[in-house]
């Protein structure tokens, strides 16, 4: 059975955009630069990790990004006072480790 040229594009189209969804469901993973901040403020308990993201490096914005029990990166304005808080918190929680 032989296909046509547009299902042919549709079914190039269709597997690009699928690899594409494939590379980003993995966000720590596959983690670039912070693009914008989360509107939520996170509990430290909920915090295993984070790193600093400097807009004068390879990223448009500064950035803390926070690294979850539930292996996601979350990107939060180093501004913030829950953000500063939480800082505070690990930095201590690796200081007593």
């Not at 269709?14 to 912070?34: E, I, P």
């Not at 914005?61 to 539930?70: D, E, G, M, P, R």
């Amino acid at each position: 059975m032989m296909c046509s040229g547009k299902s042919l594009l549709l079914a190039a189209l269709m597997t690009v955009l699928l690899l594409h969804l494939c590379s980003k469901s993995d966000a720590a993973s596959n983690f670039d630069c912070c693009l914008g901040y989360t509107e939520h403020v996170l509990h430290p308990k909920f915090i295993v990790g984070f790193t600093q993201q400097l807009a004068n490096e390879a990223c448009d914005i500064n950035a803390v990004i926070f690294y979850t029990k539930k292996r996601l990166a979350v990107c939060a304005d180093p501004k913030k006072i829950w953000v500063k808080q939480a800082v505070r918190i690990l930095s201590q929680r690796v200081k007593r480790m």
